[in-house]
């Protein structure tokens, strides 16, 4: 389980948000939201150790991550960053195998038992085919979803995505999305960070707000993601609508009428 | 459907892993044809055959003492073998620099090495000194000038530490080259200054085995670090939170690539001059031959590297009556095949 205690976030001599508890065990989705310039990079970097928190402490299983040894700590967390166009023309199963450093001896390359693992990561996302393929030539939501399968052949039990949908199509959208939900219900605990409530409410188990320096709500999605809520983080009016098929959707509050 | 593609793909990465030893099997093979054939050309021609009777003779421990095992051991051999050398660590250090910076527009001197080294050599040249202390200027300088960049840019503690120290390699850098003009003004005209111009340009003229000896160990020294590591620096060419988060200990990796490819291109600078072009150029064609990763990257740059300098450096000590630097030669085919790469237009470099 990943949890964040009493946590303070920031650079040197920066202090980006302060006060933040938050937990997330196997078979959950924490949901991150929050404004632009929140935080919610910061808070992201503290959760993987790449940067130190300010005071507090974020811990895996009860153990700070601040005690961990690099490679201890990949084996129990992976990171989904946004995919991007890279300098090096890397094949997809070259990238999947990058996951596996973490299991690697220091001096050795991947051998035959990564590779097989890799290519049951690819599978599991429906995307073998694209082994052999060009990582930069693919589509935007197949190389997030290449990452997503990096993660896996990493076999740690946290993922945390940084806006995995983000500038992906609407098909690709939903196409991570579920395998998001799939990788749940196979046991992975996941943080996720989005700038779309409706996205959260869908998937989220738990949502946090990061908004003015603190956690400005944490709990159920039904809890959290209120039409009040999100017109004071976000700074506009917003009211959450019933549809006909009875789900919840952010829609902006015409001037004069109540939440 | 998906088992299938599944093992359709497993058979990709095995054709690939095998086209890979292949290639550099092949590499292996031009190189030692590359050593054999730079060995038999010379004012004073000998038959491949000769070369290889002499050398096998040799290794079975019989010394001869004729006119060939005169030229080929004490003359010839020890330039090719240095040729070999130099253009393997060029080509090595080129190589690790453009994976670690992620910048495939990096050469090995990226870090002031280059400069520092040549102003301690040509400061060492206006003073006189003996070849041998020359170079041992050359190669503390150069050592000396990457120890200044990276003190530089871990004082200067910035967010993007890579930009800083590159941005630090330049401005140290630059204030080498201003003192090498400055040494050049103050050279004898007639003695000194066509001896700086020259070793500027790169030469393995008089190379002798000591020289040989000396470079080999340091050569090898900066290698296997390399070697050993070549999987994790790989990964960082993803960039240093991707690499952290996948288990590298980037500031130790990273420390290990800056330390390494500081003493072989230090080395190699010391013994043979500034050549330029091959870190540059070598990388980009090991990585047309068998693709970006680094682990794969590193041995085809070494076997192209050395294969490359050790054919130009006989064009060098035979095209002409006199030696041509090989500075201008590896400029002469650098430049048109980095115009080449750059033409196929790719976003990405393969």
Known sequence: ??????????????????????????????CLLGPNGAGKTTLFKTLLGLIPPQAGAVTIDGRPIVSLARAELARSMAYVPQAQVMEFAYTVLDLVLMGRTAHLGPFSAPGPRDRARAHVALADLGIADLA?????????????????????????????????????????????????????AQGYGIVFSTHDPDQARELATRVAVIADGRLAAYGLPDETLTGPTLSAVYGVAVAIERTESGRHVVVPRASGTSP | MLPNSAGC??????????????????????????????SAFGPYPLAPGQVATAIATRLFGATQSGPIDTILFQIRLPRVLAAALVGAALAAAGASYQTLFRNPLVSPDILGVSAGAGFGAVLGILLSLPVLAIQALGFITGLATVVVVYGLARAL??????LVLVLAGIVVGSLAGAGISLVKILADPYNQLPAITFWLLGSLAGIKVSDVQAVAPLVILGLVPLGLLRWRIGVLSLGDDEAKALGVNVRFVRGVVIASATLITATAVSVSGVIGWIGLVIPHMARLLVGPRFDRVLPASVLMGAAFLVLIDTVARTAARIEIPLGLLTAVLGAPVFVWLLARGRRSWS
Do not use: F, K, W
């Open chain 1, 1 to 30: 389980m990943l949890q964040a205690a009493n946590l303070s976030i920031g650079y040197e001599h920066r202090r980006v948000a302060s006060g933040i508890d938050l937990a997330v065990a196997r078979g959950e989705v924490l």
């Open chain 1, 132 to 184: 052999g393929a060009e990582a930069n030539r693919i589509s935007g939501g197949q190389r997030q979803l290449c990452l997503v399968a990096r993660a896996l052949a990493q076999d740690a039990p946290l993922l945390v995505m940084d806006e995995p949908t983000a500038s992906l199509d609407l098909g690709n959208r939903l196409l991570v999305l579920e395998r998001v939900r799939t990788l749940r």
């Open chain 2, 9 to 38: 793909s497993v058979a990709l990465a095995r054709t690939d892993a095998h086209r890979t030893a292949v290639v550099l099997i092949a590499l292996a093979v031009i190189l030692l044809a590359a050593l054999l054939l730079a």
């Open chain 2, 157 to 162: 503690r910035s967010q993007n530490e890579i």
